[in-house]
């Protein structure tokens, strides 16, 4: 390693704070509290009933309309964040640069929406409904897979997966990248849309998350005595 000195030029954020970096840094500076009752199903059922969710999300501007239906929210949460971030950087993709302009954009539990819906489909109306796009539609490297495509990036690209730290060791691993010369720059990052009924379920079977469902503004207290489990959220 020759360690190079690395530096960040282009920022993305889809948040349960903001759309945009902006919105998401300005909801920080300001205390805002992103954490609130599910809405997007009914979670009457489970013990836990509040995320940190994304409200009114849309690709537009970002996705073609037919490319985001293959894609699991997971997916175009990336894919945004993504975009927004390379805009923000001003790169301009080459052929005199793209062999050296990598991407790394993992997640903790992928397409779990998708699957949900898929398995649900297959069980009610037999395999021949389950759609070709299903698992590319899905998997977790199909962020950065399309990232790659968007922009033409043919450096190193790959797609960590160490649960909540996936975003952080992303960024970590795409600057050890560059440091090394194996790359000139990275897209880096994470995306998460595990708020569903089999991922909540799953986290509220394992007696993880936090149940203060008369205060979930307040639930997320990971060093507080008085803690009793995180907090779910979405985004990139």
Same mark, same amino acid.
């Given at each position: 390693m020759n360690n190079r000195r690395?530096?960040?030029t282009g920022m993305g954020a889809v948040t349960a704070l903001g759309l945009d970096t902006e919105s998401t840094w300005t909801g920080v500076v300001n205390g805002k509290n992103g954490v609130r009752a599910i809405e997007h199903f009914d979670a009457t059922a489970f013990s836990t009933r509040f995320s940190a969710s994304l409200?009114?999300?849309s690709t537009e501007g970002y996705i073609e309309p037919r490319d985001a239906k293959r894609m699991d929210l997971f997916i175009q949460y990336g894919m945004v964040a993504g975009i927004q971030a390379m805009r923000d950087s001003g790169l301009e993709i080459t052929e005199a640069n793209q062999d050296r302009v990598g991407c790394n954009v993992g997640a903790g539990i992928g397409g779990i $929406?998708?699957?949900?819906?898929?398995?649900?489909l297959m069980n009610k109306s037999g395999p021949r409904k389950i759609s070709p796009f299903f698992v590319?539609?899905?998997?977790?490297n199909m962020v950065a897979g399309n990232l790659s495509i968007e922009f033409n990036l043919r450096g190193p690209n790959l797609a960590m997966?160490?649960?909540?730290?996936?975003?952080?060791h992303?960024? $970590?691993l795409g600057a050890r990248l560059i440091a090394a010369g194996d790359a000139d720059a990275m897209l880096v990052g994470g995306a998460e849309m595990g708020t569903t009924p089999a991922g909540l379920g799953?986290?509220?079977?394992a007696r993880a998350l936090s149940t203060r469902n008369d205060d979930p503004a307040t639930a997320s207290r990971p060093w507080d005595k008085e803690r009793d489990g995180f907090v779910l959220g979405d985004g990139a």
């Amino acid at each position: 390693m020759n360690n190079r000195r690395v530096v960040v030029t282009g920022m993305g954020a889809v948040t349960a704070l903001g759309l945009d970096t902006e919105s998401t840094w300005t909801g920080v500076v300001n205390g805002k509290n992103g954490v609130r009752a599910i809405e997007h199903f009914d979670a009457t059922a489970f013990s836990t009933r509040f995320s940190a969710s994304l409200q009114d999300f849309s690709t537009e501007g970002y996705i073609e309309p037919r490319d985001a239906k293959r894609m699991d929210l997971f997916i175009q949460y990336g894919m945004v964040a993504g975009i927004q971030a390379m805009r923000d950087s001003g790169l301009e993709i080459t052929e005199a640069n793209q062999d050296r302009v990598g991407c790394n954009v993992g997640a903790g539990i992928g397409g779990i $929406g998708l699957i949900e819906k898929t398995s649900l489909l297959m069980n009610k109306s037999g395999p021949r409904k389950i759609s070709p796009f299903f698992v590319p539609g899905s998997i977790i490297n199909m962020v950065a897979g399309n990232l790659s495509i968007e922009f033409n990036l043919r450096g190193p690209n790959l797609a960590m997966v160490t649960a909540c730290t996936t975003g952080t060791h992303s960024i $970590g691993l795409g600057a050890r990248l560059i440091a090394a010369g194996d790359a000139d720059a990275m897209l880096v990052g994470g995306a998460e849309m595990g708020t569903t009924p089999a991922g909540l379920g799953g986290f509220a079977a394992a007696r993880a998350l936090s149940t203060r469902n008369d205060d979930p503004a307040t639930a997320s207290r990971p060093w507080d005595k008085e803690r009793d489990g995180f907090v779910l959220g979405d985004g990139a």
